[in-house]
């Protein structure tokens, strides 16, 4: 079973940064599609940003630019930093991995585990 273990997150106002941290222990994070997934009060889970096992990384247009993906294989963590939040950015923040070897990572596809979730709230 693999574990994801979220953390950071918290409220800001616009403008403003937040970084987001997710462990994956005991993976080979290069044998993964690993990416972030957010679902604001009353609408459905999209996808944020993804890797592959082989680094390359898709972001959703609306963050691309502002949002940073990056990965620690040492670590086993990835972290995406978030800049310039506006109040759409707001929303449960959820990490997830699917355990296969993509070209390219997909914002909309499935991914099988998922983290506990870390909430985002961007105040104007």
């Known amino acids: 079973q693999v574990q994801l273990v979220e953390s950071g997150g918290g409220s800001v106002q616009a403008g403003g940064s937040l970084r987001l941290s997710c462990e994956v222990p005991?993976?080979?994070?290069?044998?993964?599609?690993i990416g972030w997934f957010r679902q604001a009060p009353g609408k459905g889970r999209e996808g944020v940003s993804c890797?592959?096992?082989?680094?390359?990384?898709n972001y959703k247009e609306s963050v691309r630019g502002r949002f940073t993906f990056s990965r620690d294989t040492s670590k086993n963590t990835v972290t995406l930093q978030m800049n310039s939040l506006n109040p759409e950015d707001s929303g449960v923040y959820y990490c997830?991995?699917?355990?296969?070897?993509?070209?390219?990572?997909?914002?909309?596809?499935?991914?099988?585990?998922w983290g506990q979730g870390t909430q985002v709230t961007v105040s104007s």
């Open positions: 005991r993976i080979n994070m290069r044998r993964y599609d």
């Open positions: 997830v991995a699917a355990n296969r070897e993509s070209a390219q990572c997909t914002l909309r596809g499935r991914y099988d585990y």
């Open positions: 890797i592959t096992g082989n680094g390359w990384i």
